[in-house]
């Protein structure tokens, strides 16, 4: 199955205030009451079904305090950097602190008691599996890993996909220029995109002044990170989740249907534009670019 769309205008994004509902532990069950009216033959038994009943409720409510905060991460959970310097984040649901690699992340609280967090690493050269921990008031714990593949004969290559074939492991890109700040005006203003008066008032400037396109394998596996806004209080908006490219092939067929098949709506829709990590020839982590 091959899937092409055709880009067209970006759409606006819209935000939204979201929360999440944390969850509350049930009550542990009450000891039943023993009682009997020969006391001398049945005072051992009463005394073994209480300490069995009690051992039930210490057991049960052992479990409850061991299920920790719902975390999530956004994004793919291996991440491919030439550069070694990633950004990691998500959300819990309640409050709660969070460590990213054993270091506290930066946080802050939400509507509903949802919990955002992120964290930005240096990492060097190699493989390494960092540890997210959430921690909540109650001293309950969750747990995620990010591995982080640092590698400095990786490309980044920014481009508009314009096709997608699950069959074959492949995408058709077209390969263009991402500027930001000062670059995107001086770009924007050289290619006559300025406004009248030559000045240039976004952040950002794409030229695509070559309409090659190119077919790239995909390896095996590779995530494809869309930007995705939670509705009803569900999740955060603006985050990233992660697809594979079946799936990614189905949404850029119906992007529509990304909220009854996925849980969220997808912001990007096809049209905007994606950062591809290429390593030898072949795209390895596929990332969608926010723009505003």
């Not at 969850?23 to 038994?45: F, I, L, M, N, R």
């Not at 956004?74 to 309640?94: K, Q």
């Not at 001293?139 to 982080?148: A, F, L, P, Y």
């Not at 939670?230 to 092939?249: H, I, K, M, Q």
């Amino acid at each position: 199955m091959t899937t092409t769309f055709r880009r067209s205008a970006l759409p606006t994004l819209i935000l939204l205030l979201v929360a999440a509902c944390s969850s509350t532990p049930g009550d542990s069950p009450t000891p039943t009451d023993v009682t009997t009216t020969e006391p001398t033959t049945t005072a051992v038994p009463t005394t073994t079904t209480s300490v069995a009943t009690t051992s039930t409720e210490a057991s049960t409510t052992t479990l409850a305090a061991a299920a920790g905060p719902v975390l999530r991460l956004a994004g793919s959970s291996v991440v491919h950097t030439p550069t070694g310097e990633v950004h990691v984040e998500g959300w819990v649901e309640g409050p709660a602190s969070v460590t990213v690699g054993g270091v506290d992340a930066e946080t802050y609280d939400n509507p509903g008691a949802r919990t955002d967090f992120w964290a930005d690493l240096t990492m060097d050269v190699g493989t390494v599996d960092v540890e997210v921990v959430a921690t909540a008031p109650d001293g309950s714990t969750s747990s995620r890993t990010v591995r982080i593949v640092t590698d400095p004969s990786f490309v980044r290559q920014f481009a508009f996909i314009t096709a997608v074939d699950p069959e074959t492991s492949t995408v058709v890109a077209d390969y263009a220029e991402w500027y930001t700040g000062d670059e995107a005006a001086a770009a924007a203003i050289e290619d006559g995109e300025g406004s009248g008066d030559g000045t240039y008032d976004l952040d950002f400037y794409i030229r695509n002044q070559n309409d090659r396109l190119r077919t790239l394998d995909v390896a095996t596996g590779t995530e494809v990170a869309l930007i995705a806004c939670y509705p009803n209080d569900d999740g955060p908006c603006v985050t990233t989740e992660s697809v594979g490219l079946v799936t990614f092939a189905d949404l850029l067929d119906q992007p529509g249907t990304a909220l009854d098949t996925e849980g969220w709506n997808w912001y990007g829709t096809g049209e905007a534009p994606f950062w591809l990590t290429i390593s030898e020839g072949v795209v390895i982590q596929i990332d969608e670019q926010y723009l505003p």
